[in-house]
């Protein structure tokens, strides 16, 4: 047995409470009311982690001093729960001196680590976790102790992607079907599913399907995966979207419906670029990012992406909320260039969705005479802060149905309502649904 003393057997009193600390682990030493019994206990609540040595004794029990748990003094196992345990530790009392093995509390603290940093804030009285109805204690003991030095000014960053349990369910929209007004469709009727984006432009840009590859950039994807989305698209008679990220040249190569992005970034944007491509994508805002723009991590700028993007290696890739010089919905000088250019190839805006049921959010009216909007819900984004991806914008299932859309867009409404051509553009499943 490796001694360690914890107490002094004559300082404490019948039914009195010491507090020890070995190898990290905080004990609680307790002199039973006969003043005859004792024992040492693991010396933290199961509840919430309060120091039992602040508590008292009731009856049989060790009682918390903060949220009154109940745990039996001379085992340790609560009458409540039997599931609620501290741990008993041997212990001995020679020569007025109490005793543990200190080798048996370091291989308890191997198995059950101690997540208390004593020189932090609040110290050892820290609730590391909280609760269920508490689910923001731990993080803001960390934003108490680091600031946003550890997560960025923008506050906590996520990864791509949304759980699958949290994108809308289409499954609670209904499609009113045609009847008598409008006579339904025979079985052997063809039904077309070619869309057209840009039908004012020279070179409309045409899909066999009403699905398209939507804009992940080189970083959120890797090469390989923004090649073979491409070739995929490509076997499918439909097109993929560039990203905020540049231009991929192997991904270019296996695109002849090729969507080249310019967003307020502008990574690796050039408008000669613009004359090798089928659409021109203009990004109107960080649109299911307001106000707070997409994050790249420095250490995913490898010298691949960094040649693409034409930024420094290793350095974070920050796209602003918005153009710079951009601050009023009739700057839209930026746009024009490219919705402009000779009339020639189709022009394609995204925004954010159902902001305001008057119009997409920051989508001036007369932008709508030149190409085809692109409404973005609210939950389906990469690369940003957790905060706005919970919070910010609509779910598509609402804006597609609830959006008053303006002028020359209001086909996709009109039609909508009239079961003759959904074309609803959503980053759901990065996708346009359609129905004939």
Known sequence: MNKVRVATWSEIEPGGLVHALVAGVDLVVVQWPDGEGHSVLYG?????????????IDGDNLVCGIHSWDYRYDTGVSSYRDTDVLHKFSSVIEDDIVWVDGDEVAAWAESHPQPYVRDAYQGEYQDPTGTHDEPYVKHIHALAEDGLSRVGHHGVTGAMGVPREKLPKWDGLQILTAQLARPPLLDDHRVETEIV???????????????FVSDMSFGSLSAEAKTALARGAEIAGTAIASGEGGMLPEEKAESSRYMYELASARFGFSWEKLSDVQAFHFKGGQAAKTGTGGHLPGPKVTPEIAAVREIPIGEPAISPARFPEWTKPSDRRVCDRGARADRRDSCWIQALCAAHRSRPSGCPRSWHRLCDPRWQGGRHRSGTPSLPKQHLGSDDSCACTSATIPRRCRRFKRHFDHHRWVAVACRLCQSACARR
């Not at 309060?50 to 508590?55: I, R």
């Not at 004012?200 to 066999?208: V, Y």
């Open 197 to 211: 984006i840009g039908p004012a432009a020279e070179k409309p840009l045409r899909l066999d399907i009403p699905l």
């Open 44 to 56: 933290r609540c199961v509840h919430r982690g309060a120091l039992m040595a602040d508590g008292h």
